[in-house]
């Protein structure tokens, strides 16, 4: 009765190891690069979707700016450099309350150190008071900018977070303007 070598030889094994190095070795190169596309990715889409947001919010603002349950007037919505100051008649008892007023029915939007800012009870855009919309560890926007024709209002945001910039824009029609 004859044994037969079972198993690999000496030299099978080294080439197999050798085989193996050289794989893990790409394999630990290509690694970082995927996980470094795979966080900017992600940078990306959380921008995109803060943007997103923040457009929702100011296009609902245009939207409710001049609505009145009576006769309130003009001046519901005031643009100048990097601010948008509206009025709507929020409680719909006929009248904008003011700024003063617990319940004023003025708002506010502006850039400041490229951060989105509101505030409620606001007639300028230099006041004091004024909230961040925005997360400045994530995000900064680079420009917030407002033009209107007509009942039409342009509202046009550019942010950035790390090395990605997201630029959105949108049209929206001022319907009580």
Known sequence: MR??????????????????????????????????????LLQRVQLREELQ?????????????????GDCG???????ADCLLLRWDDNSNGKWEGVAHA?????????????LETQRGVAACGATGWERLTDPAFLAIEQFSVERA??????????????TLETLESWVEGENL
Do not use: H, I, W
């Open 3 to 40: 044994l037969e070598n079972a198993g690999f030889s000496l030299l099978e094994m080294l080439v197999a190891m050798a085989l193996s190095a050289v794989l893990m070795l790409s394999a630990g190169r290509f690694l970082p690069l995927l996980a470094g596309e795979n966080l900017r």
């Open 53 to 69: 947001q923040l457009m929702q919010t100011l296009e609902k603002a245009v939207r409710r700016a001049g609505y009145c349950n």
């Open 74 to 80: 003009a001046g519901a919505l005031s643009l100048s």
């Open 103 to 115: 319940e004023s029915d003025y708002y506010g939007f502006r850039l400041r150190q490229k951060q």
């Open 150 to 163: 007509g009942r039409l209002v342009k509202l046009r945001l550019v942010g950035r977070a790390g090395k």
